[in-house]
T-cell receptor, first 114, second 112 residues
Framework: SQTIHQWPATLVQPVGSPLSLECTVE??????LYWYRQAAGRGLQLLFY??????ISSEVPQNLSASRPQDRQFILSSKKLLLSDSGFYLC?????????????FGNGTRLTVT | GQQLNQSPQSMFIQEGEDVSMNCTSS?????WLWYKQDPGEGPVLLIA?????ELTSNGRLTAQFGITRKDSFLNISASIPSDVGIYFC????????????FGSGTQLTVLP
């Protein structure tokens, strides 16, 4: 069966510090990978998605970036965090090549920028 | 872009009551997905609907894909405390089936 791991679960970082959130998927190959942000417990905002190694599409211009160094690894980064970067970050995967494939989410990272 | 209008935004119900929530769109969707998010966790897929008119059940949950393809509803029968959470509808973005458009969510509270 497929599993998705996201870490850390919670993170408190000062403004201006760097960020690195990691997500890995097991039990499937060549998945589509996604980073979402959720503010105030509602409203899922798509940040990045990837259909393959090194292929990243950005949906929202901001000071965050994403990378996919391996097929089942997706990393969300920032060089300098802003207060507005606080939120709940969710990684997700779906089957590539399967039209309308549902997304499957990790358990999220709660980021608080102070 | 596409938008999903989900209602109600929040519900307070007594344990044992039935619940109904729905999603509507001005554009056609070829798939409707319903997710539940427990506090502090990621959304979990409850039901996936792929055909107009389709009615699918998952335990006490029942969801339907509207005939017009522009709406879907989710019903929960005989609610229990663990039904508490946020329920989201979602459908593939017409611009890219790899992406989902999400509704704004329905916050469900079950009172003992």
């Amino acid at each position: 069966s497929q599993t998705i791991h996201q870490w850390p679960a919670t993170l408190v970082q000062p403004v201006g510090s760097p960020l690195s959130l990691e997500c890995t998927v097991e039990g499937t190959s060549n998945p589509n990978l996604y980073w979402y942000r959720q503010a105030a417990g509602r409203g899922l905002q798509l940040l990045f998605y990837s259909v393959g190694i090194g292929q990243i599409s950005s949906e929202v211009p901001q000071n965050l970036s994403a990378s996919r160094p391996q097929d089942r690894q997706f990393i969300l980064s920032s060089k300098k965090l802003l207060l507005s970067d606080s939120g709940f970050y969710l990684c997700a995967w779906s089957y590539r090549g399967s039209y309308n494939s549902p997304l499957h989410f990790g358990n999220g990272t709660r980021l608080t920028v102070t | 872009g596409q938008q999903l209008n989900q209602s109600p935004q929040s519900m307070f119900i007594q344990e044992g009551e039935d619940v109904s929530m729905n999603c509507t769109s001005s554009s056609i969707f070829n798939t409707w997905l319903w997710y539940k998010q427990d506090p502090g966790e990621g959304p979990v897929l409850l039901i996936a609907l792929y055909k107009a008119g389709e009615l699918t059940s998952n335990g006490r949950l029942t969801a339907q894909f509207g005939i017009t393809r522009k709406d879907s509803f989710l019903n929960i029968s005989a609610s229990i405390p663990s039904d508490v959470g946020i329920y989201f509808c979602a459908g593939p973005n017409s611009g890219s089936a790899r992406q989902l458009t999400f509704g704004s969510g329905t916050q469900l509270t079950v009172l003992p």
